[in-house]
């Protein structure tokens, strides 16, 4: 086994029994037009006392060594979370796989141990406390292949662990045209990974819900509320 291998099992094993280690990086995509919610920034909107992206970054931070922000625009909104911001590297609004290539853009110039970046969407403020360790655990046998996040039966495109080393594919690919993250993953090896539900407030509810409308943040914030009476 190479020094190269070696220190790879060495991060993967650490991040399995749940420690953060180098060898994964985290992006919250939070670049998209927010078009149901009315525009603008919907992480920043309030969420039980802080903006809803405050709540995602708080799960995922602890969860890998570093995150970053995938955004374009004005990057000093974000400048109270302290954390780099990293914008597309393709022109044109093309979806969230344009998020994860700045993601492992940014990581193989700033980041280099990452071997995976994991990403997640910046309207999912429940998101599991082991999400990073158990899709580790799904693909750490499987050179290239791409866990996505799976709850109730349903794939969630946008949260998931890339292998940075795909970085120049998937530039190629966007560049033919190829928008839909499915459409990606298929070809290197995508790996559902089951997750359950979570109960909030006395009431079930999906570890990925995400708020795409006000009605679904008016939800959050009543479940949030029981929850902390």
Same mark, same amino acid.
């Given at each position: 086994?190479?020094?190269?291998?070696?220190?790879?099992?060495?991060?993967?094993?650490?991040?399995?029994?749940g420690?953060?280690t180098?060898?994964?990086?985290?992006?919250?995509?939070?670049?998209?037009?927010?078009?149901?919610?009315g525009?603008?920034?919907?992480?920043?909107?309030?969420?039980?006392?802080?903006?809803m992206l405050? *709540?995602v970054i708080?799960?995922?931070?602890?969860?890998?060594?570093r995150?970053?922000?995938?955004?374009?625009? &004005? /990057?000093?909104?974000?400048?109270?979370?302290?954390?780099?911001?990293a914008?597309?590297?393709?022109?044109?609004?093309?979806? /969230?796989?344009?998020?994860?290539?700045?993601?492992?853009?940014?990581?193989a110039?700033?980041?280099?141990?990452?071997?995976?970046?994991?990403?997640?969407?910046? &309207?999912?403020p429940?998101?599991?406390?082991? $999400?990073?360790?158990?899709?580790?655990?799904?693909?750490?046998?499987?050179?290239n292949?791409?866990?996505?996040?799976?709850?109730?039966?349903?794939?969630? /495109?946008?949260?998931g662990?890339?292998?940075?080393?795909?970085a120049?594919? $998937?530039?190629?690919?966007?560049?033919?045209?190829?928008r839909?993250v499915? *459409?990606?993953?298929?070809? *290197?090896?995508?790996?559902?990974?089951?997750?359950?539900m979570?109960?909030?407030?006395?009431?079930?509810?999906?570890?990925?819900?995400?708020?795409?409308?006000?009605?679904? $943040?008016?939800t959050?914030?009543?479940?949030?509320?029981?929850a902390?009476?």
């Open positions: 086994m190479s020094a190269r291998a070696a220190m790879r099992r060495r991060s993967t094993r650490a991040m399995t029994d420690t953060a180098s060898a994964t990086m985290g992006v919250v995509l939070a670049g998209g037009q927010s078009r149901r919610m525009g603008g920034d919907k992480g920043l909107l309030d969420l039980a006392g802080k903006p405050g *709540h708080d799960r995922l931070k602890p969860q890998v060594d995150v970053i922000i995938n955004a374009n625009g &004005d /990057p000093q909104r974000f400048a109270w979370l302290g954390l780099p911001v914008p597309d590297t393709v022109t044109g609004f093309v979806g /969230p796989l344009a998020g994860v290539l700045a993601g492992m853009r940014w990581a110039a700033h980041a280099p141990a990452a071997h995976w970046i994991a990403t997640a969407a910046g &309207d999912a429940m998101l599991p406390l082991d $999400l990073v360790s158990r899709m580790i655990a799904a693909v750490e046998a499987r050179t292949a791409i866990a996505l996040a799976r709850s109730a039966g349903g794939l969630h /495109p946008v949260i662990l890339w292998p940075v080393a795909l120049d594919d $998937l530039e190629a690919a966007l560049a033919q045209g190829v839909k499915l *459409h990606w993953t298929d070809r *290197h090896g995508t790996v559902p990974v089951d997750f359950p979570a109960r909030l407030g006395g009431t079930e509810i999906d570890p990925f819900f995400n708020a795409n409308t006000p009605q679904d $943040l008016d959050l914030r009543a479940m949030l509320a029981r902390a009476t």
